[in-house]
């Protein structure tokens, strides 16, 4: 009836073994719910979290990517229905015709709405939009009673929408969303790329000029030390107006500009990234950005999604994997930032994607990332000492009241994330109100003690 | 759960008061605050002594009683510890007198009751129990003297070289079910094991076997020898003809 498959997040570290079903209407699901085991169930997507949430050691997964239908879609809201196993990609593609775009889009297309909502995502835009759930505006929840109820951010079950919202799929599934849309008149976005020469800079920049940009990022060395400590490449832009286009580009203003140029082979040996070429891999890439530059027009996948252009860019790691770790500090605490930042540089472990970002405010959820704050996501394979250093980052993180991101953490300490989600308990109070049996499980719920 | 850097949160250790056993509880203690070790040994002076320094490490230690030779009830003990086993190290064994071994039914008996038939039925319940949590490392305690036998202590090796079929086996058959094995060849230890006896080329510590074992575990490796250098001996030793083999000093 079903088959055992040995799953991993996207850093392909810790694996372990689960029966993966895919149910095929809401009887079917329902009967999973009801017949689980002792070890639970838990919800998968894309597979797109670098750490353990959607693996359960021993129990059931289940793969809802075939419930990916668009219901409905309200040009005048402008708002959207679909069920959750929609990905972004396919989402975007189906929308952008029509000039609408998702309010809230992160690292990669390739996640399902339901992941989004799970993992409570962020995009570019956090600093002037908030995150994922900020734009949703109605949940259709199937319960481990269940029972499907409805859930919206003010009205009913508010307490269980926020609970959803960044609870990393432990109050039930979402069977269905409602996500409120922006309007667009092109795919193209206008950038500015500013180059900074160390962290001090960086941080006066992006305070300085953030809120005249709808999308703001910075890429980041962590392998230069010394002065140039933190030096960057800001790039920041907004959606382009169709007047901005060229001739050619206004031709195919709303047009999907997202290929997918090549694969990486399934079996590298060892990997790519190793110290020198991950330092190599810094100075090219702040070597080739322009000192200053405005106004240039970009499409989607150059602005939004380099990496999207490499399928399974995570195998380039090797067979160790990697972790990916991202955190976020007060604006207060720009030195605990910039100590983490020295922390890093001088550890010897090189990361190649190290992205910097100014958060706006946080929503309603008690397990949601972002706070106002400064954010820094690095990838760095596994190597001997990489738990010392990230040990040591936590306590860094803790101490300026700080947290890191449950969609990228792989190993963190279950006393740790305590400390930096002050609203746990709460979470965990909703979690058993809704799923007295604890149903709902995961490699996550279980190493963490969510 | 073990963690993305091989971390575990609980650890079980069968033979839990031997020194290497200590030494890897000592070494996933220090990256792992509040670690769960459950301490399958004989009851004793030794395992109070071993529970108690654990302790002190900042672990929260469950004793329970554990004989390699009582084959009976190892799938019992295995099935009741509590919470999922992260990382099982299977390190009980005997040494034995060597020339006893060989002359004293007895005494070839007891070595081959401990360190085959009893590793063998610990291996089994840790197989079910892995099954059915969907994951989980076992951490085999294996040794050189199993690779190649020899005239100085080939009983020893005829049991660790059984038990090391069967992990390396146990390790294959556990693949699709989220499960690893790891098969740890140490050459000559310096422990209580080994109190007396004069030390072999390339002798080692349990605080490096535990080392190797951490790092290995983190890499997910699945067979190592400790000191790394042992394998490409012990490639050539086993290649040697057996007239050479017979006339070297070890």
Known sequence: MNDLSTLTGWGGTSPSSAHVVRPVDVDALRGQLATAGPRGVIVRGLGRSYGDPAQNAGGTVIDLTDWDAILDVDSRAPAVRVQAGISLDRLLRALLPLGLWLPVVPGTRQVTVGGAIAADVHGKNHHMDGSFGNHVSQLDILLASGDI?????????????????????????????????????????????????????????????????????????????????????????????????????????????????????????????????????????????????????????????????????????????????????????????????????????????????????????????????WTLAVDLPVRPGLDTLLSHLDQLVVAAGGRIYLAKDSRAAAATIARMYPRLQEFRATRAHYDPDRIFRSDLSRRLDL | MINALGIPQHLLLLGGTSDIALAIADAYAAKSPGLTVTLAARPGARRDAAAEHLTGKGCVVTAVDFDAVDTATHSTLIEGVTGDIDIAAVAFGLLGDPELAWT???????????????????????????????????????????????????????????????????????????????????????????????????????????????????????????????????????????????????
């Open chain 1, 149 to 373: 109820v409805s859930a919206t951010p003010e009205g009913d079950n508010a307490e269980l929408f926020w609970a959803t919202v960044g609870g990393m799929g432990l109050t039930g599934v979402v069977l269905e969303a409602t996500i409120e849309l922006k309007e667009v008149e092109t795919s193209y976005f206008v950038v500015d790329t500013q180059r900074t020469r160390n962290l001090a800079e960086l941080l006066s920049a992006l305070s300085d000029g953030d809120d005249d940009y709808t999308y703001s990022v910075a890429w980041f060395d962590t392998a230069t030390t010394g002065d140039a400590l933190g030096r960057a490449v800001i790039t920041r832009g907004n959606t382009a107006l169709r007047e901005e286009l060229n001739t050619a580009q206004r031709g195919s203003a709303l047009r999907f500009a997202a290929s997918q140029h090549g694969r990486v082979p399934f079996a590298l040996p060892m990997g790519l990234v190793t110290r020198p070429t991950a330092r190599a891999f810094n100075a090219l890439w702040y070597a080739k950005a322009p000192r200053h530059r405005v106004g240039e027009v970009q499409d989607i996948t150059q602005f939004f999604h380099p990496l999207d252009v490499v399928g399974d860019w995570n195998r380039v790691y090797g067979p160790h994997g990697f972790c990916q770790y991202q955190f976020v500090v007060p604006f207060s605490e720009e030195a605990a930032f910039t100590t983490a930042v020295e922390t890093l540089a001088q550890s010897g472990h090189v990361s190649s994607l190290n992205v910097l970002k100014r958060f706006g405010p946080g929503n309603a959820s008690p397990m949601s990332f972002p706070m106002p704050g």
């Open chain 2, 104 to 250: 004293d039914l007895e005494t070839a008996r007891e070595l081959a009751a401990v360190n085959y038939v009893g590793a063998v039925t610990t291996g089994v319940a840790l197989g079910a129990r892995i099954r059915t949590q969907g994951h989980g490392v076992v951490v085999a305690m294996s040794s050189v003297a199993g690779e190649r036998p020899r005239r100085s202590n080939f009983v020893y090796g005829s049991t660790k070289a059984g038990m090391d079929a069967f992990y390396t086996g146990l390790g294959e058959a556990l693949r699709e079910t989220g499960g690893r094995v790891l098969v740890v060849r140490p050459g000559f230890v310096r422990s209580k094991m080994t109190e007396g006896l004069d030390d072999a080329p390339l002798a080692t510590t349990p605080e490096a076997v535990a080392e190797a074992v951490v790092n290995a575990v983190r890499d997910g490796k699945e067979q190592i020898w400790v000191p790394g250098t042992m394998r490409a001996v012990m490639s050539g030793l086993r290649h040697l003809p057996r007239g050479v083999f017979r006339r070297l000093p070890i």
